[in-house]
């Protein structure tokens, strides 16, 4: 059966499809609506914007790089808003961990891919030395996040 391809529309929107397009459109229209977690947490598109540089940097700061998976452990809050940001606009690949993963499964998990955590306002680095499969030691580096709710 051949391929039989449509032609676009002239009311057709070309730009690409990328995360960074569902924040540039509130920031444009409504910087200034709130985003409420929980009722206890609230800021507005501008601070997103500037958590999400924050989150971005101190990520590049610890060495995640275009092309590196993060694995986010966390409940759908504000921090995972960030992230989901963050880390595709670094050029980073974001896994989800299920948080009801018992210690030795994620553990093991990092290990084998050499993910970067942050869970709680840390980042867990881990680092199997010997390379995957060298198991044990494993080296964590944590730091916490300024002004984290």
């Given amino acids: 059966m051949p391929v039989r391809l449509v032609s676009a529309t002239p009311s057709a929107n070309n730009s690409p499809l990328l995360i960074k397009q569902l924040l540039l459109t509130p920031l444009a229209t409504t910087p200034e609506r709130e985003i409420t977690y929980q009722g206890r947490i609230r800021y507005d598109y501008r601070t997103l914007k500037d958590r999400i540089g924050r989150l971005a940097n101190l990520l590049a700061g610890f060495g995640v790089e275009a092309g590196r998976t993060v694995a986010m452990m966390d409940w759908d809050s504000h921090r995972y808003l960030e992230a989901f940001f963050a880390v595709p606009m670094m050029g980073s690949i974001l896994q ?3 948080v009801r993963l018992s210690p030795a499964a994620v553990l ?3 290990l084998r891919g050499g993910m970067r955590f942050r869970d709680g306002g840390e980042l867990w680095g881990w680092a199997a030395q010997g390379g995957c499969g060298g198991g044990l030691p494993v080296r964590i ?4 996040l300024p ?3």
Avoid: A, H
């Fill in 96 to 98: 989800t961990v299920n």
């Fill in 108 to 110: 093991s998990m990092g």
């Fill in 141 to 144: 580096v944590r730091k916490r």
């Fill in 147 to 149: 002004q984290d709710g």
